[in-house]
């Protein structure tokens, strides 16, 4: 399974664009590319999936170049409630493989 | 999705007894996993559970010290057998909704905070 590099923590203030990018270097041909968000006491809550190009939801966006050896998370405007740890993860169906996360700190 | 529930919530548990955690889910899922995620860690997976066929354990992790059932498509348990104060942490489950291309989305139960003494 592809490995997941991702930096350990990022700070932010409200209402601020956040990108978090993840390097995935050896992503398969049939790996998808997913984020999860984990608060403290929490489960994990995937966030957004994408394969290829550019991903949007309600909640972020996910960009993903043309090579997939990387991808970036993007957060619009966030808030303090955005306050979490992030993780990146490929894989093709299955098990999920967690690596370190990234823990963005959203300050007033 | 799915919504998941775990029972206990947290326990503490003395040295060399086991608790069995329970995970039920809201609908009928094929593929349900159980983590483990110590104190300002991320999550290790221990194993797959697929109903009717034996749980497959990642390296590390082996069957007589985390027994896991699954009897139907809606219920798992996770046994910690032989506890000692290393297996303090917190347990959860997830499941896998759809085809394979959705098998990267899963969801998660709430976790259940184990502490050994």
């Known amino acids: 399974l592809a490995k997941t590099t991702q930096p350990i923590s990022m700070d932010s203030y409200e209402g601020q664009e956040v990108n978090i990018t993840c390097s995935h270097n050896n992503i398969a041909t049939n790996d998808y590319i997913t984020w999860y968000q984990q608060f403290p006491s929490q489960g994990p809550r995937f966030i957004i999936q994408?394969?290829?190009t550019k991903v949007t939801n309600e909640v972020a966006s996910l960009f993903i170049p043309a090579d997939r050896k990387s991808s970036t998370l993007s957060l619009p405007r966030v808030s303090l409630s955005d306050t979490a740890v992030y993780y990146c993860l490929v894989g093709d169906g299955g098990k999920l493989i967690f690596g370190q996360g990234t823990e963005l700190s959203v300050k007033p | 999705s799915a919504v998941i529930s775990q029972k206990p919530s947290r326990d503490i548990c003395q040295r060399g007894t086991s608790l069995t955690i329970q995970c039920q889910v809201d609908?009928?899922?094929?593929?349900m996993f159980w983590y483990r995620q110590q104190p300002g860690q991320s999550l290790t997976l221990i194993a797959t559970?697929?109903?009717?066929?034996?749980?497959?354990?990642e390296s590390g992790f082996v069957i007589d010290k985390f027994p896991i059932s699954r009897p139907n498509l809606t219920f798992s348990t996770l046994t910690v057998s032989n506890m000692s104060p290393e297996d303090s942490s917190i347990y959860l489950c997830?499941?896998?909704?759809?085809?394979?291309?959705?098998?990267?989305?899963?969801?998660f139960g709430p976790g259940t905070r184990l502490t050994v003494l």
């Open positions: 997830s499941v896998a909704l759809g085809g394979s291309s959705s098998y990267n989305e899963q969801f």
């Open positions: 609908s009928q899922v094929t593929m």
């Open positions: 994408g394969y290829k």
């Open positions: 559970a697929n109903q009717g066929s034996e749980a497959t354990y």
